[in-house]
């Protein structure tokens, strides 16, 4: 039977696991970005997560979600990934492809903000570009200046 995307690209990360944590390991800070719901990256950059996790290095993921019209099947995926990476990683940055579509006088950086830290939900009101994007943070009591 053959595998998912997300399948595949988890089990080629799996297979790699050593090179990545080498290649983390010196490491104080990593940044992982990844456009996700197609399946590769959906798979695969957990697994880059897990490895700086365990690796005690400091964590950024910035991730795009697919666009509308890519149907919510991928988009599914692409929150399955987010919830399975966010486990394992300091902050997370999630940018909706949907967004580039939005012609609008950039003030900012962000429209709306929701900063998700453990058990806390907080919507803050600045201006910007982006309008849905999420700020996930993993300390509690964070916010946004």
């Known amino acids: 039977r053959p595998l998912s995307p997300i399948r595949s690209?988890?089990?080629?990360?799996?297979?790699s696991v050593d090179a990545i944590a080498d290649a983390v390991a010196d490491a104080h800070m990593v940044f992982i970005t990844a456009g996700i719901g197609g399946g590769t990256s959906t798979g695969a950059a957990p697994v880059v997560a897990r490895a700086c996790e365990e690796a005690g290095v400091l964590t950024v993921v910035v991730v795009t979600k697919p666009f509308c019209f890519e149907g919510n099947f991928r988009l599914r995926w692409a929150e399955a990934g987010v919830a399975d990476m966010s486990h394992h990683v300091d902050s997370m940055i999630v940018l909706l492809n949907q967004n580039l579509f939005r012609q609008r006088e950039v003030s900012g950086v962000f429209d709306r903000v929701r900063i998700r830290s453990r058990g806390t939900n907080v919507e803050g009101g600045?201006?910007?570009?982006?309008?849905?994007e999420e700020v996930s943070r993993s300390a509690v009591g964070e916010g946004v200046d």
Do not use: C, L
Request: aromatic content about 8%; cysteine-free; charged content about 50%.
């Open 9 to 15: 690209g988890r089990r080629a990360a799996e297979e």
């Open 126 to 132: 600045a201006e910007g570009r982006f309008g849905e």
